[in-house]
């Protein structure tokens, strides 16, 4: 699958959330608040379903899109791309600056923790 620009993961978010919506849904919720017209919506919704991360189908003579995958896979890849692209493959600096950011909730640290220890222990299995 293509990679999708922040707007665009925005846009997916709020489609996964709703389950499925119409170009109008998408632009009256999603777009009015944020200032897009609905052509650019509908462009935005168009062009996820052609790098494969939304499906159409017709009823009643207006599409529905859905998402093909979950919006956590599309978030796992925007994430990849910009390790890969920015960071240049080193995820060091990113976890620099999750370090130095004072606002991760204690919920998140405890999600973080429990990452390390995964890897540490797959670390050690492969040893």
């Known amino acids: 699958m293509k990679r999708v620009g922040d707007q665009e993961l925005a846009l997916l978010r709020f489609v996964a959330e709703a389950g ?57 890849e925007a994430v990849k791309s910009f390790v890969d692209r920015t960071l240049d493959g080193s995820i060091t600096p990113f976890v620099t600056y999750l370090g130095e950011r004072a606002d ?4 998140e640290l405890a999600e973080l923790e429990s990452l390390l220890a995964r890897l540490q222990q797959q670390r050690r299995n492969k040893g």
């Open 20 to 76: 499925h919506a119409t170009a109008g849904e998408a632009a009256e919720r999603f777009g009015q608040p944020r200032g897009l017209a609905r052509s650019t919506v509908l462009t935005m919704m168009e062009r996820l379903r052609k790098k494969g991360h939304l499906t159409r189908r017709q009823q009643g003579g207006v599409y529905h899109y859905a998402p093909r995958i979950a919006p956590g896979a599309a978030v796992r």
């Open 104 to 107: 991760v909730s204690d919920e």
